[in-house]
């Protein structure tokens, strides 16, 4: 870790070798956050940074009685969900099934079960989130989008969202989901976004607009709505994982009992982790609004999920509660190319067979946008943990065995 002292009217503490690791778009997000007038103590940006809206993904600030609706992010509650099990994680390729081997067959159960991508739900999904919650008033448009939320539920979509499973070193197998509020969080994040631009230049306050950062004091009505809206999104983000890690383990155990003869098993480790969120805590003695985008808490001995590109590794981790990051750290490995680079560098052959040469069986309905997460569109996991040791300690570290993408 390296700091910044002057960069800006607070200081920017960064996990990695050197400033030449950061791009320079995501460095001048980082200034504009460290030059926020309600900014508490640093800056934060951890290994995987890269550009986001507003603020780096990979990024954590601490703001006093303040909260910026694009510091969360459009993907309010994106998380991954994690779960190991007592089977060996080679039966998937070794026991073979009248249409190839037992992992073929749970992509092909998987890929019917939870729709992905654009695609919903055909019947609308129980959901005691969005039943139990009571809207503040004033934003009808978003009142709307609760009906539709419940034909999200239980679904996947596209981009970086995935579901895995996995080996770990010991050859046992582990289930990883990685998914959001879908497009609820989305609407959330632009509606209060843009009724902070409004009443950031009604009342002249000091954050230029091309920051992308408008904000809302959190002792205003606008500020306690956005709040409540948005502890909404992050519990149905949750269920949204929660519904479709069931739904994965209903699929493999069902393979296993018909093709494997396995009828009992047993889980441990079962993980459910935010990595876009803002939280009010105590640090350093004050409450502050601690924003974690593409960031994941790691208080002392608390369980925390780093997950790699599809081919790649994963970790499980535990955190080491350094106060220095806010008691946080990164939430994957970090793009180091946009999704339109990617595509033009690497053909869909090229990451398909990369995919099969390291056996990995890929679920995905649309190849031709496939190599937008080729592993060599992120950072190397290993270096990304590396860089971070003072803030967490591997637990587990997990490989790719078979991967469903939107």
Same mark, same amino acid.
């Given at each position: 870790?390296?700091?910044?002292?002057?960069?800006?009217?607070?200081?920017?503490?960064?996990?990695?070798?050197?400033?030449?690791?950061?791009?320079?778009?995501?460095?001048?997000? @980082?200034?504009?956050?460290?030059?926020?007038?309600?900014?508490?103590?640093?800056? +934060?940006?951890?290994?995987?940074?890269?550009?986001?809206?507003?603020?780096? !993904?990979?990024?954590?600030?601490?703001?006093?009685?303040?909260?910026?609706?694009?510091?969360?992010?459009?993907? !309010?509650?994106c998380g991954v969900a994690f779960a190991r099990m007592d089977v060996p994680a080679d039966l998937l390729h070794e026991i073979k099934?009248? %249409?190839? *081997?037992?992992?073929?067959?749970?992509?092909?159960?998987?890929m019917r079960s939870i729709p992905t991508g654009f695609n919903h739900q055909k019947e609308p999904q129980k959901s005691a989130v969005l039943e139990a919650f009571q809207p503040p008033t004033g934003m009808p448009n978003l009142e709307k989008e609760i009906n539709r939320a419940y034909y999200q539920l239980g679904t996947l979509g596209s981009g970086n969202h995935f579901i895995e499973l996995q080996t770990d070193d010991d050859g046992r197998l582990g289930i990883m989901v990685h998914s959001g509020s879908r497009n609820l969080g989305f609407q959330i994040c632009?509606?209060?976004?843009?009724?902070?631009?409004?009443?950031?230049?009604?009342?002249?306050?000091? +954050?230029?607009?091309?920051?992308?950062? @408008?904000?809302?004091?959190?002792?205003?009505?606008?500020?306690?709505?956005? !709040?409540?809206?948005? %502890?909404?999104?992050?519990?149905?983000?949750?269920?949204n994982r929660h519904l479709m890690m069931e739904r994965v383990k209903e699929i493999l155990f069902d %393979?296993?009992?018909?093709?494997?003869?396995?009828? %009992?098993?047993?889980?441990?480790?079962?993980?459910?982790?935010?990595?876009?969120? @803002?939280?009010?805590?105590?640090?350093?003695?004050?409450?502050?609004w601690v924003h974690r985008k593409g960031a994941i808490r790691a208080r002392k001995d608390e369980y925390g999920i780093i997950p790699g590109a599809m081919g790649s590794f994963s970790y499980i981790v535990k955190g080491k509660g350094n106060p220095e990051s806010f008691y946080?750290?990164?939430?994957?490995?970090?793009?180091?190319?946009?999704?339109?680079? @990617? *595509?033009?560098?690497? *053909? +869909?052959?090229?990451?398909?067979?990369?995919?099969?040469?390291?056996?990995?069986?890929?679920?995905?309905?649309?190849?031709?946008?496939?190599?937008?997460?080729?592993?060599w569109a992120y950072k190397d996991i290993d270096e990304v943990v590396e860089n971070q040791l003072d803030l967490i300690e591997p637990v587990l570290r997990l490989k790719t065995v078979v991967v469903v993408k939107g």
């Amino acid at each position: 870790m390296f700091v910044m002292p002057d960069a800006g009217k607070k200081p920017i503490k960064v996990w990695l070798r050197d400033k030449s690791e950061i791009e320079a778009s995501c460095m001048e997000q @980082a200034i504009n956050l460290a030059n926020l007038p309600f900014a508490f103590r640093h800056v +934060v940006l951890l290994p995987d940074c890269h550009t986001g809206y507003g603020m780096p !993904i990979g990024g954590v600030l601490a703001a006093k009685a303040a909260i910026i609706p694009n510091a969360v992010g459009n993907d !309010i509650g994106c998380g991954v969900a994690f779960a190991r099990m007592d089977v060996p994680a080679d039966l998937l390729h070794e026991i073979k099934v009248s %249409n190839g *081997t037992l992992a073929q067959s749970i992509v092909g159960d998987l890929m019917r079960s939870i729709p992905t991508g654009f695609n919903h739900q055909k019947e609308p999904q129980k959901s005691a989130v969005l039943e139990a919650f009571q809207p503040p008033t004033g934003m009808p448009n978003l009142e709307k989008e609760i009906n539709r939320a419940y034909y999200q539920l239980g679904t996947l979509g596209s981009g970086n969202h995935f579901i895995e499973l996995q080996t770990d070193d010991d050859g046992r197998l582990g289930i990883m989901v990685h998914s959001g509020s879908r497009n609820l969080g989305f609407q959330i994040c632009r509606s209060f976004n843009k009724l902070a631009r409004t009443l950031n230049t009604k009342r002249s306050q000091p +954050v230029p607009p091309e920051w992308q950062l @408008a904000y809302l004091p959190t002792d205003t009505s606008e500020g306690q709505a956005y !709040i409540q809206w948005m %502890n909404m999104a992050l519990e149905f983000a949750r269920e949204n994982r929660h519904l479709m890690m069931e739904r994965v383990k209903e699929i493999l155990f069902d %393979n296993l009992a018909k093709h494997a003869g396995i009828d %009992n098993v047993k889980l441990d480790l079962e993980i459910n982790a935010h990595h876009n969120y @803002a939280a009010l805590e105590t640090h350093f003695g004050e409450e502050v609004w601690v924003h974690r985008k593409g960031a994941i808490r790691a208080r002392k001995d608390e369980y925390g999920i780093i997950p790699g590109a599809m081919g790649s590794f994963s970790y499980i981790v535990k955190g080491k509660g350094n106060p220095e990051s806010f008691y946080s750290c990164s939430h994957g490995a970090g793009r180091v190319m946009s999704r339109k680079e @990617a *595509t033009r560098q690497f *053909t +869909v052959e090229r990451v398909v067979n990369d995919l099969r040469s390291q056996n990995v069986v890929l679920g995905k309905r649309k190849r031709s946008d496939v190599a937008e997460e080729s592993r060599w569109a992120y950072k190397d996991i290993d270096e990304v943990v590396e860089n971070q040791l003072d803030l967490i300690e591997p637990v587990l570290r997990l490989k790719t065995v078979v991967v469903v993408k939107g």
